[in-house]
C-alpha cells in the first residue's frame, strides 16, 4: 500500500482486502486473507461479517494510515495475535500482550481431556484445579467457563504482568471461579503452600529444547517470550517438577495433564513413571503428534 497512493486514491474495504490478500501472500504470510480482514476489524473495530456488509465503504485517511502500520509489522514476521492484541481459544476472546505466549490450538486438546476426566471420575464433586504457567490464562478460564461451579481453578505464574494479563481475561469472560497468584514452580516452598489442595493439575510448560529454539519460525524465536517456550536446556525440566510436587500437591487421587513437544512422550512417559505413576494416556494433536499426557496419581 504504497503511502503516496494512499493519499490519492479511495480505498474501499473490498479494495483493501483484495490488494491486502494478494501483498501478504507475496510476503510469504499464510492465511493472508484472514490476516487482513482481522486487522481492518481491529482498524475499524467492527466483526468480519461487517466488512462484507460495507465493503463498499471508503477508509479515512487515519485508517489506512494506522492499517499500514499493521501490515508492515505483520510482514516483519510479528505475530497477528500481538498486532490485534487479542486471540481465539477454545472459542473465547484473550487479551494479549508479547509477555504471554499465543495459545495454540493443539492446547485445546488438554483443556478438552482435561473436562471430560473431571466429568467422568469426579461426577458429584467439588473440583480444584491447578494451572502451572497459566501464561494468559487460557486454560484456566476456559476450564471454569465450560465446567461452571462444578471446579475452583488456581493459576499460577511466575510475572505480576503476566498475573494482570490473565485476571483481565478472567473479566473479559465473565469468569469468576478462578484465581491468580505469581509464584514460581521451582520455589522451594512450591510444595508445602499447595500441599493436599488440587484434585486435578494442568500445565502448558515451556517444553522446547534449547537446540531447537533457533529452528523455530521467526514469529515465535523473535517475538514470543522465550521463557514461556523453552527452559533453556532439554525441555524436561518442568516436567520434572511437577513430577516431584505433584504427588504432594494431589489431594487424594487424582490426574495430571501436561502438553509435549513432538518426541517427548515417552521421555515424559518415564519421568512420571519413575515417581510411580504408571497408569498414563497419551493423546494425539490434530496433526496424529503425540501432544497430552493424563497422569493419574494417587497417594502412597
Excluded at 90 to 95: A, S, V
Excluded at 195 to 200: A, G, M, P, S, Y
Aim: glycine share 6%; hydrophobic share 40%; charged share 30%.
Amino acid at each position: 500500500m504504497d503511502k503516496n497512493k494512499t493519499e490519492t486514491k479511495t480505498w474501499r474495504i473490498i479494495d483493501i482486502i483484495n490488494w491486502g490478500t494478494e501483498y501478504l501472500k507475496s510476503k510469504g504470510i499464510d492465511e493472508s486473507r484472514l490476516t487482513i480482514e482481522l486487522m481492518l476489524c481491529h482498524v475499524l473495530n467492527c466483526k468480519r461479517v461487517d466488512l462484507y456488509i460495507n465493503f463498499e465503504k471508503p477508509l479515512a485517511k487515519k485508517e489506512l494510515e494506522e492499517l499500514r502500520g499493521l501490515i508492515t509489522r505483520r510482514v516483519k514476521r510479528e505475530p497477528l495475535q500481538y498486532i490485534i492484541g487479542k486471540a481465539e481459544f477454545m472459542g473465547l476472546e484473550f487479551k494479549l500482550t508479547p509477555n504471554v505466549l499465543i495459545p495454540r490450538p493443539e492446547t485445546e486438546i488438554l483443556v478438552e481431556k482435561a473436562i471430560e476426566t473431571i466429568k467422568k471420575e469426579f461426577p458429584n464433586t467439588p473440583v480444584k484445579v491447578l494451572d502451572i504457567g497459566t501464561g494468559s490464562g487460557n486454560i484456566a478460564i476456559s476450564l471454569a467457563k465450560f465446567l461452571k461451579d462444578k471446579v475452583f481453578v488456581v493459576g499460577i505464574d511466575i510475572s505480576e504482568g503476566i498475573i494482570k494479563v490473565a485476571n483481565e481475561n478472567a473479566i473479559l469472560n465473565d469468569v469468576k471461579n478462578v484465581q491468580f497468584i505469581q509464584f514460581d514452580l521451582f520455589d522451594e516452598k512450591f510444595a508445602s503452600k499447595f500441599k493436599n489442595q488440587f484434585d486435578i493439575i494442568v500445565s502448558n510448560p515451556p517444553y522446547v529444547a534449547i537446540d531447537e529454539f533457533e529452528s523455530l519460525q521467526d514469529e515465535i524465536k523473535n517475538f514470543e517470550p522465550k521463557i514461556a517456550i523453552t527452559n533453556g536446556a532439554n525441555g524436561l525440566s518442568f516436567y520434572k517438577r511437577i513430577a516431584d510436587v505433584g504427588r504432594e500437591i494431589i489431594s487424594n487421587v487424582g490426574f495430571i495433564f501436561v502438553e509435549m513437544a513432538y518426541g517427548q512422550s515417552e521421555k515424559v512417559k518415564k519421568i512420571f513413571n519413575d515417581i510411580g505413576c504408571n497408569q498414563i494416556e497419551i493423546f494425539n494433536d490434530y496433526l496424529g503428534i503425540e501432544r497430552v499426557a493424563k497422569i493419574k496419581v494417587e497417594k502412597r
